[in-house]
């Protein structure tokens, strides 16, 4: 190690940052970056300790155990949606939805995990984002119950969009395998009888997810207010 050198021409050993404590947080935070990265596969409790520089047994002492884990994740990523600082119903469902499509992009594994989680959450913090959903449609003027329908209702539109569309960039429009494809249904379409299939084909190729999205959306917004 590299000595500094003082006024008085003694040397001394320059002060190490002090590491960041290991906790449940740290923890977290770096299986999420690992899922981002490398997928749901590499979040084991031994890589996740070799990132942190420590014994994967080390990490039984703020986690329960690797599913523990994978619930901590989710309510991390719900804890970083941004709730739209608007009133006006139809503004703040826009925003609303934008923003968690962002985050489900961001972190598209998180959607597994959502499908699959079992336990109870333990973060209020992850519970803004529902709390603002509802509100919203509360507010809109829909009963409790019709509230909760309207939340799935987005809810499920959303994730499967989200679903959707990253397919779409694994196999976009400039991927050989995907031009192949619809090259094949188009041969397939120019002989049977399925006349809207034929015609809906072209923008079914050349889909612009954003304006996509957007439309979806408007349909379930003034579906909203009509019920209303």
């Not at 972190?107 to 803004?128: D, G, Q, W």
Request: with cysteine; net charge negative.
């Amino acid at each position: 190690m590299n000595t500094v050198q003082t006024a008085e021409g003694t040397s001394q050993q320059p002060k190490r940052s002090p590491r960041e404590p290991l906790s449940r947080e740290r923890i977290i935070r770096a299986s999420l970056r690992l899922m981002d990265e490398e997928g749901l596969d590499a979040v084991t409790m031994r890589r996740i300790g070799r990132e942190l520089g420590v014994e994967a047994m080390s990490l039984y002492n703020h986690v329960r155990d690797k599913e523990d884990i994978l619930d901590g994740i989710v309510e991390h990523v719900l804890a970083e949606f941004r709730i739209p600082q608007v009133e006006d119903f139809m503004e703040a469902a826009r925003q609303g939805a934008r923003e968690y499509r962002r985050l489900l992009l961001a972190h598209p594994n998180v959607i597994t995990l959502m499908s699959e989680r079992k336990t109870a959450f333990t973060n209020v913090e992850s519970l803004r984002a529902y709390e603002f959903a509802l509100d919203r449609f509360r507010g809109a003027g829909l009963s409790e119950a019709d509230s909760v329908k309207a939340f799935h209702a987005f809810g499920g539109y959303i994730l499967g969009f989200v679903m959707m569309e990253r397919g779409l960039m694994v196999g976009g429009p400039e991927d050989a395998e995907h031009r192949q494809a619809h090259e094949q249904m188009a041969q397939l379409l120019a002989s049977a009888d399925l006349p809207r299939m034929r015609e809906a084909l072209p923008y079914i190729i050349d889909c612009d997810t954003e304006e996509q999205f957007e439309f979806g959306l408007e349909l379930l917004i003034h579906g909203i207010l009509a019920r209303t």
